[in-house]
């Protein structure tokens, strides 16, 4: 069976609030930093589609109103493809 067409829709909150909730329920329980992980594969172009709307909502809507100490870390770790990097095992324990 087809996996469904991923469609992003911002209409129902143009101005992600429901994303920044989320984050300053994060910050006030967690404190700063926060660092968020993205897992999705780079060369899977479903995955591209998520992947790059949570990178924008984190870099461009978020980080872009918060002061500069409790700015969000974004990374985006191919979990599957860093596996398979020669220094893996030594690379984790950094």
């Known amino acids: 069976?087809?996996?469904?067409?991923?469609?992003?829709?911002?209409?129902?909150d143009v101005k992600c609030l429901a994303t920044k909730r989320h984050y300053g329920e994060l910050l006030e329980r967690y404190s700063y930093p926060i660092t968020c992980i993205n897992l999705t594969k780079k060369d899977k172009e479903r995955e591209l589609i998520v992947s790059d709307q949570y990178?924008?909502?984190i870099n461009e809507v978020l980080n872009k109103e918060l002061p500069k100490h409790l700015q969000i870390n974004y990374v985006h770790l191919d979990w599957k493809k860093f596996k398979k990097e020669d220094d893996f095992v030594n690379t984790l324990h950094k």
């Open 1 to 12: 069976m087809p996996k469904p067409h991923i469609n992003i829709q911002r209409a129902m």
């Open 55 to 57: 990178k924008y909502v």
